[in-house]
């Protein structure tokens, strides 16, 4: 049986209110194929395990390491004494470290979960799904990338009748939106810059598959919120937004929340012990973001600032 | 300021600005009255004439711009003492007048009254004496201990509820009622026919009382009017004398006539005894639509002056505050307020059908408009409520001051039926007090103490040995260090409960005695169903039904303690009994890992996780069953509801450091929420885990959720509280209640307290002000888990 089927969560967010109509349970999932600078969710990035170490709270006393069953974390020696480092790639997930570690300085990201699992957690909350007229939505990450994981709960969720959203940045082949699209009540589609040029300079790739499967997944008649993160000095200029208008001119929007950026994630890019380049991206102000919600109401669009 | 007329705005401006104090007037009457007639007439007789010595000749009160009258006191914010009940020591005064929170002025005069005529007289004759007095050695090292409190330690059973029987009749036809009852009476084979003969003797008399004090007040105004000079206010005082002699005698005629009815018999009840939470007047709402639809149709009233009218009522709840209290009754309800509550909206109790009415918006207008420490406000929600009344109810819940709070019709009925009213009289079933569910106008419904639940099971793994008092107040079982699975664990901890439940309830029996032969409330028992026809006091099992409460506190912090001990020493094996029960020995301290284990890697109650959500069921039943169905001295049965008031903080206070990682000395957590930083998986986790105790067996629940302003935005917000409402009642939820504030405000407010006096918010079952509430409560409050989401 192909229902016990794994997938990499990150995490699954009860009364999740942003991501969709109505009182809904997000599930965020592992893995995406772009790299944006600003990503809020850094730890979702990659497709396996990521520990994450505060080392503002570490007090190297090696608890962790003493009881990690996989050899994944070791004190070594540093220049300020005893150190710890983590081999993400020897994780199992046993989670001892964190059950030792004292001052909470830990956490693994990622686990393994089967897909009954996952749905009995979502079928939790439906009473409120039904009261509020909300839902689950997946988000991540990219939940497209595991894509047999996903199709698989959306279909059962689609059984009892549980609305559906899947959050996705787009960047995967059109088959796999294919295999999803008759169990997906709205694709919140990011929109993140519309100049492809910019888009290489600041994700790493182009963005015309992005742009192409937002046509054809509008072609196929699905409904289509936008999503679009402003950041200022990026992606935010008069110029840019009209690009954007440009870009969604043929394609059927039923609405758009522009999501102004947030610097609030730059300590889990210190945990993940990544860079986070920071240079030439700022918060966006409330008043720029009015005038970009009207700027797009002009063109006809319901426009929602925040989610 | 607030209010939708000026006169409003100066009637509130008194009201709030007021500061609270004593007066001993009732007290010299009721002395007096005993002094001539103790011993001469039967009790009843005699409590009736105290009563209406103090209605016939106390000092009236008609402030500027009213236009319903009557105080408790002699005037707004004058709190009477009843020394009947609890006859305070002078030092008790002196401690009121300077306590920093809840203070009462009290005037040397007063102070020198008490002290010459009151206490001389009282202080071996008060019910709290008697209490004290009559009470097992076993019972006080207890109740020192901080295993339970004890209700009518220094006020009547009360928690009572008019229905709509006061609109329908006036005193005149009670009196006549309760004529024929006395000429029913049956000498020959009816043994207690004299005992009911002098109860409703002793009603008559009440009934003539509250009639005789209505025309006291008609005649006051008359006179008022006639000195008055300005022409408007002189026909406003002409219009009260007008309306105060039609009600109380007879039924009233008019809107405004109809809301000086209820005052008049809130006044009587709650002079004539100091019941707890005062007095309800129920479905407000549905009885007084009648009178308003026909004033509007004959053009007497406009929505206007219909609203003025109601917001003259507030403010007069507003103005009485709760009779001092003091010592551990201090402590379990630090507050002013009475906890008069208002039922709005629901069903129609003779239809079936949605009650709501143009009544039900002007009353959910008014609460948002007065925004007043009393009355509190509350909706019920039924299946049949309108989207509109929720909607309009969850935008003032979402102003951040807890009100209106929200309760389950359906719920309420099949609670009431489960205790065994009939269907028709569940229909008449509401909320009063602070949660408590009861038939209004037709039965008694007494809370009686609460209960320390994980105080019970810290004195479970001590061999019943208190190590505060250090005295052994349970049973000798087994050192906890000895237990070998958990199922021993739990067998010892339902011993226990019932060891201690046992000695409450044989003090509550020695109570309601005490209450039934020297306190019956002869007034009350007027507009409470069958006490006329029975001729049996209120106080003596007269209502058609009569359930007693004891109210659970700290279920939370059971379930996590269970779960700390089953999860970890028996399961996991992280550690032993013993290690766990010296760091718990110690606050923790030295034992950081065991604590950061049962704190943050246990499964914990409010998280929708089956493994602790059982244990709290477990818990929960144990002490349903121990306590639901067994029978009073007057023919009633024991409930349990889960509510704690203020009670949390103080019974945390007795309570040592429990096995789930809470240190001692800390609240416990507030009726069936979560331990605080337990719920980690948001509201509705914490909903759907409160929903697995079933809720119906219990005389109410009590559950609040704190929210950032930011979770409840737009009109999403809005939609999304009203699916919260719905959610958790469709799973037989009883009620719940809201806080919208973030933390930084209440932080800022601790330390600037003069910036935020209007900073209004939910304690428990009711609202307070943020600046009266004692620091420990206050920081309570910053720290429930507020729930704020992605």
Known sequence: MRWIIKGKILNIQKFSIHDGPGIRTTVFMKGCPLKCRWCHNPESISYGIDIMIDRDKCISCGSCAEHCESGALKMVDGPKGKTLVADNSLCTDCGKCELFCLNEAITIAGKDMEAEEVFKELLKDRLFYEESKGGVTFSGGEPLTQVDFLVEILKKLKEEKIHTAVDTCGHVPFENFEKIMEYTDVFLYDLKIGDEKKHLEYIGISNKKIIENLQKLSNSGAEINIRMIMVEGVNSSEEDIEKAIEILKNINVSNINILPYHNISTHKYRKLGIGYEESGMKVPSNARMEEIKKRLENNGYKVVVGG | ?790
């Open chain 2, 1 to 790: 300021m607030r209010g939708s007329t000026e006169r409003i705005k100066r009637l509130r401006e008194k009201s709030t600005t007021t500061q609270p104090r004593l007066s001993t007037e009732r007290a010299v009457y009721l002395t007096e009255t005993y002094k001539k007639y103790y011993g001469e007439e039967s009790v009843p007789v005699l409590r009736a004439l105290a009563f209406k010595n103090y209605l016939l000749n106390r000092k009236l009160y008609i402030g500027e711009d009213e236009l319903i009258v009557g105080e408790k006191g002699a005037s707004p914010q004058t709190a009477p003492t009843f020394p009947d009940l609890c006859c305070h020591e002078m030092e008790d005064l002196e401690v009121m007048d300077d306590r920093k929170y809840i203070s009462f002025n009290v005037s040397d005069e007063d102070k020198k009254i008490h002290e010459e005529e009151i206490i001389p007289y009282w202080h071996n004759k008060s019910i709290r004496y008697k209490i004290i007095k009559n009470m097992t050695e076993e019972w006080r090292n207890c109740y020192q201990a901080g295993m339970y409190t004890e209700f009518m330690e220094q006020r009547a059973p009360g928690h009572t509820v008019a229905d709509d029987k006061i609109y329908r009749k006036g005193f005149l036809d009670f009196k006549n009622e309760i004529q024929e009852s006395i000429d029913n009476l049956d000498y020959f084979n009816d043994s207690e026919a004299h005992d009911k003969k002098q109860q409703l003797e002793g009603m008559k008399i009440s009934c003539d009382a509250i009639m005789e004090y209505g025309r006291r007040y008609a005649k006051y105004a008359r006179e008022l009017a006639e000195n008055e000079e300005n022409e408007t206010r002189k026909e406003d005082l002409l219009w009260i004398a007008n309306n105060c002699d039609t009600v109380p005698a007879n039924k009233p005629e008019t809107f405004a006539q109809a809301i000086q009815m209820y005052w008049f018999v809130h006044l009587g009840v709650t002079t004539e005894l100091n019941t707890w939470d005062a007095f309800s007047p129920g479905k407000l709402d549905q009885y007084l639509y009648p009178f308003y639809k026909k004033e509007v149709e004959e053009g007497t009233i406009t929505r206007d002056k219909a609203v003025e009218i109601l917001e003259c009522m507030w403010i007069k709840f507003n103005n009485q505050p709760a009779p001092p209290k003091v010592g551990i009754t201090l402590k379990e309800s630090a507050t002013y307020t009475d906890f008069s509550n208002i039922n709005t909206g629901g069903i129609n109790p003779y239809t079936g059908e949605d009650g709501v009415n143009d009544v039900s918006y002007m009353i959910l207008d008014v609460m948002d408009e007065m925004k007043l420490l009393q009355p509190s406000s509350n909706v019920q929600i039924s299946e049949k409520t309108p989207e509109e009344f929720l909607k309009r109810a969850c935008e003032i819940s979402r102003d951040g001051w807890g009100q209106p709070a929200f309760y389950n019709t359906e719920e309420i009925i099949k609670e009431l039926i489960d205790a065994g009213k009939t269907k028709d009289d569940a229909m008449f079933g509401g909320a009063s007090g602070c949660i408590e569910t009861g038939a209004h106008g037709r039965e008694a419904y007494i809370l009686t103490g609460y209960f320390n639940m994980p105080k019970v099971l810290e004195l479970t793994l001590s061999d019943g040995y208190d190590k505060e008092t250090k005295k052994q107040l349970g049973l000798k079982l087994m050192n906890g260090k000895e237990f070998g699975s958990y199922e021993e664990v739990f067998e010892a901890f339902k011993k226990q409960m019932k060891h201690f439940l046992d000695i409450k309830i044989k003090g509550n029996n020695v109570i309601e005695r005490l209450f039934g032969e020297e306190m019956p409330a002869t007034f009350l028992s007027i507009v409470t169903d069958d006490c006329i026809s029975s001729g049996t006091d209120y106080n003596k099992g007269g209502s058609r039904y009569n359930i007693r409460y004891i109210q659970g506190v700290g279920i939370g912090t059971v379930a996590d303690s269970l779960a700390a001990i089953k999860y970890n020493v028996f399961e996991e094996k992280r550690f032993s009994m013993t290690e766990l029960l010296e760091a718990a020995d110690n606050n923790f301290e030295g034992y950081d890992l065991i604590r950061k284990m049962v704190l943050k890697n246990t499964p914990k109650y409010g998280n929708d996780d089956d493994y602790a959500d059982e244990l709290m069921v477990d818990a929960f039943n144990t002490y349903k069953d121990l306590v639901n169905g067994r029978p009073t001295v007057y023919g009633g049965k024991y409930r349990i509801n889960m509510l704690p008031t203020t009670c949390h903080i103080y019974f945390g206070s007795v309570t040592r450091a429990s096995v789930n990682g809470r240190l001692a000395y800390q609240p416990l957590p507030d009726g069936i929420s979560p331990e605080k930083g337990a719920d980690i998986n948001g509201p509705t986790a914490v909903m759907k885990s409160a929903a697995k105790m079933n809720q119906i067996e219990t005389g109410g629940t009590l559950l609040n959720q704190r929210f950032a302003p930011s979770a409840l935005a737009s009109e999403k917000g809005i939609n999304n509280l009203g699916a919260i409402v719905k959610s958790y009642f469709r799973m037989d939820g009883h009620h719940i209640q809201f806080n919208v504030f973030d933390k930084n405000i209440l932080l800022e407010a601790q330390k600037k307290p003069e910036e935020y006096t209007n900073l209004i918010v939910r304690v428990a079952g009711y609202s307070d002000h943020f600046n009266n509430l004692e620091k420990a409560l206050q920081d309570e409050i910053i720290n429930r888990t507020e729930q704020t989401f992605c």
